[in-house]
Nanobody, 125 residues
Framework: QVQLVESGGGLVQAGGSLRLSCAAS????????MAWFRQAPGKEREFVAA????????YYADSVKGRFTISRDDAKNTVYLQMNGLKPGDTAVYYC??????????????????WGQGTQVTVSS
């Protein structure tokens, strides 16, 4: 059974940093396209960042570009999201997602087959 387990969320003041981790029980993890999404109360789930397999290209939402960095360690079956310069608007539940094959519509949550349970990130002003 595939599992994605996020960790690293918490409460931080505006301007602070957090590092999220997502450990995946995926065979051939290095071949998976991995992404982070977030969902704030009353809002739709939105794309944050993604990374191709084997340390390939990365993709970011405009709202986080320059502040967030996605990376992966294929030896540990883990993907990370380093979040710097956090703003109150970043407050949301952050989800890890996996897809076996890259797709140009990587920003669409419906194309991902595997999801984690989410981790809460709260940024206070």
């Amino acid at each position: 059974q595939v599992q994605l387990v996020e960790s690293g969320g918490g409460l931080v003041q505006a301007g602070g940093s957090l590092r999220l981790s997502c450990a995946a029980s995926l065979r051939t993890f290095s071949m998976y396209f991995m992404a982070w999404f977030r969902q704030a109360p009353g809002k739709e789930r939105e794309f944050v960042a993604a990374i191709r397999g084997n340390g390939g290209n990365t993709y970011y939402a405009d709202s986080v570009k320059g502040r967030f960095t996605i990376s992966r360690d294929d030896a540990k079956n883990t993907v990370y999201l380093q979040m710097n310069g956090l703003k109150p608007g970043d407050t949301a539940v952050y989800y890890c997602a996996a897809r076996f094959i890259y797709d140009d519509t990587y920003y669409d949550p419906s194309i991902y087959g595997y999801w984690g349970q989410g981790t809460q990130v709260t940024v206070s002003s």
